[in-house]
């Protein structure tokens, strides 16, 4: 799972190489500062039911404004930033654990297996199941 996670790293770090500009914090706008402080609530929080209008509500900014300071500082939508976080999760359940893949949707905060399906396929390109199989084969030539 490691050495996974590790490839999926140096792959994001690569897709992403233009904007992986790091600054000091203290250089950073207060409002990068209130977006970086909500992406780490929903790393947190990614299990809990989260929405545009509650994180406007609890860092009380504007929907819209936070919405658009965002996708500005970090490339996505609020609302896909909340599917992958919670995608990325679900992964490490079905390659890690022999946990149900509806159980470890509903633990990473997808309210329903059909939106789950489609938010997976939309990100990783398959099945939940299929993306099971093939990982755990990957894995059991690994060890071989």
Not at 58 to 65: A, C, T
Not at 72 to 87: A, E, H, K, N, P
Not at 121 to 141: C, D
């Amino acid at each position: 799972i490691i050495h996974l996670k590790f490839i999926e790293f140096l792959t994001l770090l690569y897709l992403n190489q233009d904007r992986n500009i790091y600054s000091n914090a203290a250089e950073m706008t207060s409002m990068e500062q209130k977006i970086y402080s909500i992406t780490s609530f929903i790393h947190n929080h990614y299990s809990e039911e989260l929405s545009l209008d509650m994180l406007a509500e609890r860092f009380d900014i504007s929907q819209s404004y936070l919405s658009h300071q965002f996708k500005l500082v970090t490339g996505f939508t609020v609302t896909d930033y909340i599917q992958m976080t919670r995608i990325r999760n679900v992964q490490a359940m079905l390659i890690g654990t022999q946990i149900p893949i509806t159980e470890a949707a509903l633990r990473c905060g997808f309210s329903s297996f059909s939106q789950f399906n489609r938010v997976f396929r939309k990100h990783i390109g398959m099945a939940p199941s299929e993306y099971r199989k093939q990982n755990q084969l990957s894995f059991s030539e690994f060890d071989a």
